[in-house]
């Protein structure tokens, strides 16, 4: 288990192996920290699928209209939808797209990020200055890459629960 610095920016990801702790990073994106903070706080993450999930590049959630859907119309749809609230403008930062890293998915426009993120499971440097880096997993990586893999898998992994350590 890591050390958590500031619970107020750390977010918990429980999956089915385990929690995955991500420490956010308010300083490089304040405002992708803060729209995270804020679905987890209201529930709209909890049992929400990874629905694109690629060997050897990310696993993705988080599209909090579609993809809590059990059936598979719905899931096929996951990926195409955000939260009720708008969308972000791009922070690009610095900061590299790093193993385990957590970069804002978003369309072709830049600032059209929302809900949705994906972890990265190795350095996708080609993605630096194009995708917002907004956290990083600082425990539970093992269980980021235990992730059914597929787009959408056939029977995708959920964020069971996503609570910010403040209030767990």
Same mark, same amino acid.
Do not use: W
């Given at each position: 288990?890591?050390?958590?610095? =500031?619970?107020?920016?750390?977010?918990?990801?429980?999956?089915? $192996?385990?929690?995955?702790? !991500?420490?956010? &990073?308010?300083?490089?994106?304040?405002?992708?920290?803060?729209? #995270?903070?804020?679905?987890? *706080?209201? +529930?709209? %993450?909890?049992?929400?699928? /990874?629905? *694109?999930? !690629?060997? +050897? /590049? #990310?696993? @993705?959630?988080? =599209?909090?209209?579609?993809? $809590?859907?059990? $059936?598979?119309?719905?899931? *096929?749809?996951?990926?195409?939808?955000?939260? $009720?609230?708008?969308?972000?403008?791009?922070? /690009?930062?610095? &900061?590299?797209?790093?193993? +385990?890293?957590?970069?804002?998915?978003?369309? @072709?426009?830049?600032?059209?990020?929302?809900? @949705?993120? /994906?972890?990265?499971?190795?350095?996708?440097?080609?993605?630096?200055? @194009? %995708?917002?880096? %907004? +956290?990083?997993? !600082?425990?539970?990586?093992?269980?980021?890459?235990? !992730?059914?893999?597929?787009?959408?898998?056939?029977?995708?992994?959920?964020?069971?629960?996503?609570?910010?350590?403040? =209030?767990?």
């Amino acid at each position: 288990m890591a050390e958590i610095k =500031d619970p107020e920016n750390t977010i918990l990801i429980e999956l089915k $192996d385990g929690t995955v702790t !991500i420490e956010l &990073l308010p300083d490089v994106a304040p405002k992708h920290a803060e729209r #995270m903070k804020e679905l987890a *706080r209201s +529930g709209a %993450y909890d049992n929400v699928c /990874f629905h *694109r999930v !690629i060997d +050897g /590049f #990310m696993a @993705q959630t988080g =599209d909090v209209e579609h993809g $809590d859907m059990e $059936d598979d119309f719905n899931l *096929r749809r996951a990926g195409t939808g955000g939260s $009720d609230l708008p969308d972000l403008p791009a922070e /690009f930062s610095k &900061l590299s797209h790093d193993r +385990g890293t957590l970069g804002a998915a978003r369309s @072709q426009n830049p600032n059209s990020a929302n809900s @949705q993120f /994906f972890i990265n499971f190795k350095d996708n440097h080609f993605l630096n200055g @194009q %995708y917002t880096v %907004y +956290g990083r997993v !600082i425990s539970g990586m093992e269980h980021v890459d235990a !992730i059914t893999r597929g787009e959408p898998p056939a029977n995708p992994d959920r964020m069971i629960s996503v609570k910010v350590a403040a =209030d767990a």
